[in-house]
């Protein structure tokens, strides 16, 4: 555990106190606003509107996320970050919409567009699993598997789903801390959004047409960022450059068929820095993202039935003096799944995915190194959900995962929930399994400095257990996680180590809304050890954070965020020593208008201008001054 001073106690106080007054000034000053499920049945969906029916704009409902029925959302709740905050708080790219939801930590490498990882609840980056639509979209070309959440910008998202905790049962390998899920569809409401803050830009839009019946929508926009040297120290502003467009076209061929396509793709070039000033010039990354999904739905009053063919390739090019590093991914999936309500209180799945990864990688320059691979695995699932007695939720989630390389592996999810165990107090328990296959680079890779990949690697393997409390707007998580036969570096390859990684904490949230006041607030305490037992670097222990909106008029209205990180370990960017990394206290304040069809937002992020690096050696933007203008037609 990093050492703690009494000056950080005396903070961690004063900022509880603060939260804690908030939280007993909404209570004290108005009536509690307290939000039911409809129990129309097992599987319907939970639908909201996603911002009032003013000004003669219609409600846009959204929906439980794709693979969820109200037992499974009421037991495992997942966190939907929609459109309208993505646009409310001037988010442009998919790291800053994670850094809102709690026991998610996120270390970007300096300004926008530099690799960005993300630690769901304690668990390493290459842990969380990253779908469109559903399907897993992680590069298979990358050294371990993972995702570069800094590349992906909201411009064409409608909404991100977050899955924290095992997610082997629901989507495969991979999903041991989580998963994260990119939503693309059509937005009815057209549109054109302008914003701008110190040494960024962007535009976007979307609009949506129906003919003959054909529903077409097409969102899309432009970011460019060129704020600060990612290195600390540096003099070279580093920035960014932001390309996405998708295409989502729906016709329904009966009143139960419904064919649809979409297309989603996303370019983003960045100026990159070595690790010395003496290489903060020339690096440059060309990162592409194509990915494609069709498929036809056929639903009854009782059933939903799909089947979705995907494809996905990365082409991502790292140029630097003498130095062209070419990484490219293909990846095919099939995936079908047949959903049954057969009562009010049980409901069932049935589910068939197969996948195909393909990646190679060349390096042209002062050294050689390759990887020519693939591999291939089909997955069966199924689920069964169950309420006895009108106030316990019961759900079963199995799934077999067969792979041309580490053969077979199973991950299970059981899940109860007792509501009103006390008045308004509801329990959930859950226990979970899940594993992450080794990615084709520690399995396929080789360079001239002796490294050789390792086909003989198994799988991790993970268990999960958690339980959960919800008492009026305050909710309460606690969690373990254990990886067994964790995937390590052993020169000259990558080995599957004994003992286990364990990750465990709480986690700790409280909502509140009214008619003017939207209030939420979360806190964390989590403890991430190695196989040796020492903390694992970058996740800090203690973390809190609050949001924070009021409608002051009609039309006008106050936005605050705040997050606190506390101190964590971390590897010093030149002498590659273990150092503790300090506090940090980051405040954003907003305020919007609605005027004459349009929305203007004015934004000043980093308030208290923090100076602070994460990791070290990489420095985050200061103080920023943003405008968005949203106008609506």
Not at 112 to 120: A, D
Not at 203 to 223: C, H, M, P, R, Y
Not at 287 to 293: G, P, S, V
Not at 391 to 417: P, Q
Request: charged share 20%; aromatic share 10%.
């Amino acid at each position: 555990m990093p050492p703690r001073n009494v000056k950080s106690k005396e903070t961690h106080m004063r900022i509880l106190t603060f939260l804690m007054f908030l939280v007993w000034t909404f209570t004290a000053h108005a009536e509690v606003e307290k939000i039911k499920v409809q129990k129309r049945g097992v599987a319907d969906d939970i639908i909201k509107c996603e911002w009032k029916n003013t000004e003669g704009v219609p409600c846009i409902t959204i929906k439980v996320p794709v693979n969820g029925n109200i037992v499974q959302q009421r037991i495992s709740p997942t966190t939907v970050v929609d459109k309208q905050q993505i646009e409310k708080y001037n988010i442009n790219d998919v790291k800053s919409a994670l850094e809102f939801v709690n026991n998610v930590a996120v270390v970007q490498s300096g300004p926008t567009g530099q690799q960005t990882s993300v630690f769901m609840r304690g668990t390493n980056s290459n842990h969380t699993l990253v779908l469109l639509n559903g399907i897993a979209i992680n590069d298979q070309s990358t050294p371990n598997g993972l995702f570069d959440f800094g590349q992906d910008f909201t411009t064409s998202l409608q909404r991100i789903e977050v899955y924290k905790g095992s997610a082997g049962a629901h989507w495969g390998a991979d999903a041991i801390g989580g998963a994260v899920n990119l939503v693309t569809d059509i937005n009815w409401q057209d549109k054109v959004v302008l914003g701008g803050a110190n040494g960024e830009k962007s535009i976007s839009g979307n609009i949506a047409k129906e003919i003959d019946g054909w529903q077409i929508g097409l969102t899309g926009g432009i970011s460019e960022s060129k704020t600060q040297s990612a290195l600390k120290g540096g003099t070279d502003k580093d920035g960014a450059e932001n390309k996405s467009i998708a295409l989502v076209v729906k016709k329904w061929i009966t009143d139960k068929l419904q064919f649809r396509t979409n297309f989603f793709t996303r370019n983003t070039y960045a100026d990159l820095d070595g690790h010395s000033l003496a290489l903060q010039n020339g690096y440059d990354s060309d990162n592409t993202l194509y990915a494609m999904q069709t498929g036809v739905d056929y639903n009854t009053k009782n059933t939903k039935n799909y089947i979705t063919l995907h494809s996905h390739s990365y082409d991502r090019d790292y140029i630097s003096p003498g130095e062209l590093d070419t990484y490219d991914s293909d990846s095919y999936t099939l995936r079908s799944e047949h959903k049954r309500i057969v009562s009010n209180k049980f409901s069932y799945g049935l589910g068939f995915e197969h996948k195909i990864d393909e990646a190679t990688f060349s390096n042209e320059g002062s050294y050689s190194s390759n990887l020519d691979g693939d591999y291939n695995s089909t997955g069966l699932f199924g689920n069964i959900s169950y309420i006895f007695r009108d106030d316990i939720y019961t759900t079963v989630h199995y799934r077999n995962d067969n792979n041309s390389i580490t053969k077979s592996n199973d991950s299970y999810k059981i899940g109860i929930m007792k509501t009103d165990l006390l008045p308004e107090l509801d329990v959930r328990l859950s226990h979970n399994t899940g594993f992450k296959n080794p990615s084709l680079y520690e399995l396929y890779g080789t360079d001239n400095y002796g490294y050789k990949g390792n086909v003989n690697l198994d799988a991790e393997i993970s268990e999960t257990n958690e339980i959960g409390f919800d008492f009026r707007n305050w909710s309460v998580n606690i969690f373990e996680t254990n990886i067994m036969d964790p995937i390590t570096y052993s020169y000259p390859t990558y080995v599957n180590g004994t003992g286990t990684l364990k990750q465990s904490g709480w986690e700790l949230a409280y909502a509140y809304s009214d008619e003017k006041n939207i209030f939420n607030w979360s806190g964390t305490s989590l403890s991430s050890k190695k196989v040796d037992g020492n903390d694992q670097l970058r996740r800090p222990e203690l973390s809190t954070g609050f949001n924070y909106e009021r409608m002051l008029e009609q039309g006008l209205s106050l936005i605050v965020n705040y997050k606190f990180t506390g101190e964590h370990f971390d590897v010093h960017n030149s002498n590659y020593s273990t150092i503790t990394m300090p506090e940090t206290h980051i405040m954003d304040v907003g305020i919007t208008k609605y005027y004459q069809g349009m929305d203007i937002g004015l934004r000043i992020s980093n308030l208290f201008d923090e100076d602070y690096q994460r990791p070290h050696g990489f420095s985050q933007d200061g103080i920023k001054l943003g405008l968005i203008i949203k106008s609506r037609f």
